[in-house]
């Protein structure tokens, strides 16, 4: 007879919740008094209406008790539009009650008398209680709030069920000596940018497993709630070696200039360069070489779809084609107002979705641009950009500067060392006529020619010319970006 | 002027139904879950019982079937109301009078009530 001394692992609740199962490892402990708090507004009445949709959408049964809030029949209007609402499941699998007379008549314990009856009268697994706030102002201390939780704990365990604890809070109010008693404490706020501001949810207490530290966003849609589990704390795999075969630039004389080779897959390219320097037409000769084997994805966040393959069009390229094809998709998101980590997932998405070997991110200022990118740069990028490598794709990073003449990449030299194995540096020289020329920073395990190349625009498509050549050949060059 | 039982778990709605009813003249009873309507029903004989259906202890349905068993309620008129759809009501549906879908608004209430009542 053998015996295992290992404590068999504790049931979970999933909550159904896109990204928040993640951020606990796996979902709420069965049995288990969790508090959900935050400020009026913050999305705990969706988040826990969700879940209960969820459970019981999975079989299991749900009370809803509310000690003061909205009607019911209003909060229904409010959910209605709401893919996981279901009115139909309401009150066979979700019953709402109010609990406020029981609080008037009998206080906390009346409150407490009223759950433990309706959790087993209705065999329900899982119970909201949506009001703390109003058993907390109607506790005669904190002695009876404590207490209160506790007995909640108790039974909770006894019969199996799960309870969440909804709690309005001001942002910067500790945590209280009752919240230290739960299993879990989740924190919902909306966090200032100027005058952006960002839903984030935070995992402040969770026991009996790990959960992904710190703050992560979300946001509120019709899908209802989506949580994005911060890239840095929830991408953690390593990117593998780099790749052993590359797929070609698309750009005449680039190959050769790159040490014979085009952009490695399993790599990230920085494509630095001014506006009008050349980098979309660039990258438009990169994504126009897809293959069904090694299909393409244009992630960008400038010019629309349409218009990209008109430029890749007037170029000779058959971005239509390959586009019908299926072997190119272009994936294109407005410039500001994007969460960091939802274009992050947007992105990793399509990657795994298509398939993609070739990615064209257009350009890194979409990301810059988001509220949360000042305070996690380029930790941030080193995650995204480790998935990107993991995914096996050879990936270009379009990359904005101010200064037309000198090549002046947007980031620190921490950050593009972290993002990208390769550099090829872009830029223009204007006088009579504009020129635009292009460099390679580095190459990572490579050798490659150092001299610049000029870079000539004609009806047939982007070539590289090394100064030996440009001078022959400078008669055939038009203005075209 | 009728004698109309409220009976409803959310003192928000039993407070405007209440204010609502005895400014149109009715003589009205509150109760906030079907166990202590059925306790005030023992003293008490209401011409309609206005009652929700979600309620904690006793529900709607429970407190509807149980008035019909009485020798003494068995004829009173049921408005039974709910935020949920009607169909979800199904096994109990042919033993209230009237359903009304919450939220409703005030000359719902007062139609249906005037028809039950035989008002003009």
């Known amino acids: 007879m053998t015996s295992s001394n290992k404590t068999p692992s504790l049931k979970r609740i999933p909550t159904g919740v896109p990204g928040l199962d993640e951020i606990t490892t796996g979902g709420l402990l069965s049995s288990g008094v969790y508090i959900f708090q935050g400020t009026p507004g913050a999305g705990k009445t969706i988040l826990a209406n969700q879940i209960c949709f969820h459970h019981v959408r999975q079989g299991g049964h749900a009370v809803y008790l509310t000690l003061l809030s909205e009607s019911h029949a209003r909060l229904f209007q409010h959910l209605q539009g709401m893919a996981f609402f279901d009115l139909g499941l309401i009150p066979s699998s979700i019953t709402f009650i109010s609990g406020f007379e029981a609080l008037q008549s009998g206080g906390l314990a009346g409150v407490t008398a009223l759950l433990r009856g309706e959790m087993r009268a209705r065999k329900a697994e899982l119970v909201v209680l949506d009001g703390l706030v109003m058993g907390s102002l109607n506790a005669k201390s904190a002695e009876d709030l404590k207490l209160f939780i506790s007995e909640l704990q108790a039974f909770s365990a006894l019969v199996g069920c799960t309870m969440l604890l909804l709690a309005s809070d001001h942002p910067d109010s500790p945590v209280t000596a009752e919240q230290t008693m739960v299993d879990g404490i989740f924190k919902l706020r909306e966090r200032a940018y ?128 390959l586009v019908n094809s299926g072997s190119l998709s272009f994936v294109w998101q407005q410039f ?146 | ?81 709910s935020g949920a759809l009607e169909a979800s009501l199904h096994s109990v549906k042919p033993l209230y009078d009237a359903f009304l879908r919450k939220p409703f608004d005030i000359d719902t209430l007062l139609h249906q009530l005037h028809r039950l009542l035989g008002e003009n």
């Open chain 1, 194 to 321: 100027g005058p952006m501001r960002e839903r984030n949810l935070e995992v402040m207490k969770f026991r009996g497993s790990a959960t992904l530290r710190g703050n992560h966003a979300f946001d509120i849609s019709d899908d209802g709630i989506t949580v994005y589990p911060r890239l840095e704390a929830a991408l953690r795999h390593s990117p593998g070696p780099s790749g052993n075969r590359s797929v070609g630039t698309g750009v005449e004389g680039l190959d050769d200039m790159m040490g014979g080779e085009g952009y490695a897959l399993g790599t990230v390219t920085g494509i630095i360069g001014y506006a009008g320097a050349g980098r979309t037409v660039l990258a438009l000769h990169f994504v126009a070489q897809a293959t069904p084997e090694e299909p393409a994805l244009y992630f960008g966040f400038c010019e629309s779809p349409d218009f990209l393959v008109q430029i890749g069009e007037s170029f000779g390229l058959p971005l239509k084609q």
């Open chain 1, 336 to 481: 500001g107002e994007n969460m960091l980590d939802q274009l992050a997932y947007r992105l990793l998405k399509a990657v795994q979705d298509t398939g993609a070997k070739r990615v064209v991110i257009d350009g890194i200022g979409g990301f810059v641009a988001t509220a949360a990118y000042a305070e996690r740069g380029s930790s941030f990028f080193a995650s995204l950009t480790n998935e990107l490598r993991r995914l096996g794709a050879a990936t270009l990073f379009l990359m904005e500067e101010d200064d037309p003449s000198t090549p002046s990449p947007p980031l620190t030299t921490a950050d593009l060392s972290a993002l990208s194995e390769s550099v090829l540096n872009l830029w223009v020289q204007t006088g009579v006529k504009t020129r635009r020329f292009l460099s390679i920073g580095k190459i990572r395990n490579r050798v490659y020619d150092q001299r610049r190349g000029k870079l000539v625009l004609s009806n047939h498509g982007l070539r590289v010319m090394l100064a030996d050549q440009a001078t022959t050949d400078s008669q055939n060059e038009v203005s075209k970006d």
């Open chain 2, 1 to 81: 002027m009728a004698s109309i039982f409220i009976v409803d778990d959310e003192l928000s709605i039993t407070e405007a139904l209440s204010f609502i009813l005895s400014e149109e003249g009715h003589h009205v009873v509150v109760a906030n879950n079907g166990a202590t309507a059925l306790s005030k029903l023992a003293e008490f004989k209401p011409d309609l019982i206005l009652t929700d259906f979600m309620m904690p202890r006793m529900n709607g349905a429970e407190l509807t079937r149980t008035v019909r068993q009485s020798e003494q309620h068995a004829s009173v008129k049921i408005v039974m109301m």
